[in-house]
């Protein structure tokens, strides 16, 4: 007769290095998509704002993480309501007409000053996905990430 001890120990390790490997593979994508969307914002970063703005969050214990940008500031007026600019930066706009809400006149600074008008015609904005650019960038590199974070959980 073959007597197996320790069964429940084992598996109680290996349930708590998975999760753990787990936690490290999530925090390592996570701090690698938004190192690389850091990179890809900058070309979009004329008042530092939007890149300020750029956040991450990990939530260990339910394995969850989100790289985004926060409110705060980057709030503009779209069909009535209010709507995070780095959307239009994102995923682009179609030609559209600006027109002032509040004043008689659009203003804008240019070289030798400012410049008004009363309506602009914008060509729209194709976009610049950096988000998922970065994110497509970190899985280029998900072997080099397990590897990492399976040595960090030993």
Not at 72 to 86: P, Q
Not at 104 to 118: C, D, M, Q, T
């Amino acid at each position: 007769m073959v007597k197996v001890t320790g069964i429940e120990e084992s598996i109680k390790n290996l349930t708590k290095y998975s999760h753990k490997f787990s936690e490290n593979v999530l925090i390592d994508v996570t701090e690698d998509i938004y190192d690389n969307a850091t990179k890809n914002i900058a070309p979009h970063s004329k008042t530092g704002r939007m890149e300020n703005n750029l956040s991450m969050r990990v939530q260990k214990r339910a394995l969850t993480a989100q790289v985004y940008i926060e409110d705060s500031g980057m709030m503009a007026e779209w069909n009535g309501k209010a709507i995070n600019y780095a959307l239009f930066v994102h995923f682009g706009t179609k030609a559209h007409t600006i027109e002032p809400k509040n004043k008689k006149a659009l203003r804008w600074a240019s070289v030798g000053g400012f410049v008004f008008a009363k309506r602009v015609e914008h060509p729209g904005y194709k976009g610049d996905p950096f988000m998922v650019n970065a994110a497509r960038k970190t899985m280029l590199s998900i072997d080099k990430i397990y590897k990492k974070a399976y040595n960090d959980t030993l």
